[in-house]
């Protein structure tokens, strides 16, 4: 598990808080692997499904492959009045279930 980012210790609470894991990769780097029962929005897509994702009405944990693109998306979802962190790399987040 890494420690670069700061939000990674918050991913227990969030998991705690019945949050919604959102990869943003791609199809096919889903396809490889991902965190069981998570939710699937490529990045490029992430904006049209911003009203979707609202009426959930839970906190999100974003992860990608390296932690780049759930940092664009979370910040997407902040700028949403949506509860997000980062989650990093989606094997981080694995860890923790």
């Known amino acids: ?3 670069h980012n700061p939000e990674f210790k918050h991913v227990r609470e969030y998991l705690d808080k019945d949050a919604i894991v959102l990869d943003v990769r791609t199809d096919a ?3 490889e692997g991902h965190v069981e029962n ?3 929005i490529v990045l ?3 904006e049209y499904e ?3 994702l609202k009426a959930l009405q839970k906190p999100i944990i974003t992860c990608c492959r390296s ?3 759930s ?3 979370k910040e997407l979802l902040l700028d949403n ?5 980062n989650g990093g790399p989606w094997q981080n987040v694995e860890y923790y279930l």
């Open 81 to 85: 009045d949506i509860d997000v962190i």
């Open 71 to 73: 940092e664009r998306a």
């Open 1 to 3: 598990m890494s420690n």
């Open 50 to 52: 911003i009203n979707q």
């Open 38 to 40: 998570s939710l699937h």
């Open 67 to 69: 932690g780049a693109r």
């Open 44 to 46: 490029d897509e992430l």
């Open 29 to 31: 780097e889903y396809e």
